[in-house]
């Protein structure tokens, strides 16, 4: 089992900034990728970012690119998502999530674990 607390939600304005930590514990070492998805009202969730633990490869949806960073700790167990110049349209509630897989995951059916979530807004 992974454990996966996510952390650094919040309010912003739009060009503003956040920084979402998700801390892993457990069998961490099963689930050599993780990823980022958001999820709004009344909307699918979807991917966000994606980060290999070991060669720190990484992957991005195309609405995120050149303003979202993932990033990973790996003496913490932390991954770290980046956000900046936020955009209305950002707003969603974001999730950390494990996966067996040992690339680059951009499909939620093929994580294995969740965070709860954390509440991001971005206001106009």
């Known amino acids: 089992q992974v454990q996966l607390v996510e952390s650094g939600g919040g309010l912003v304005q739009a060009g503003g900034s956040l920084r979402l930590s998700c801390a892993a514990s457990?069998?961490?070492?099963?689930?050599?990728?993780m990823g980022w998805f958001r999820q709004a009202p009344g909307k699918e969730r979807e991917f966000v970012a994606a980060?290999?633990?070991?060669?720190?490869?990484?992957g991005y949806a195309d609405s995120v690119k050149g303003r979202f960073t993932i990033s990973r700790d790996n003496a913490k167990n932390t991954v770290l998502l980046q956000m900046n110049s936020l955009k209305p349209e950002d707003t969603a509630v974001y999730y950390c999530a494990a996966s067996k897989l040992g690339t680059v995951v951009t499909i939620a059916s093929w994580y294995d674990y969740w965070g709860q979530g954390t509440q991001v807004t971005v206001s106009s």
């Open positions: 457990g069998r961490t070492f099963s689930s050599p990728s």
């Open positions: 980060i290999t633990w070991s060669a720190g490869n990484t």
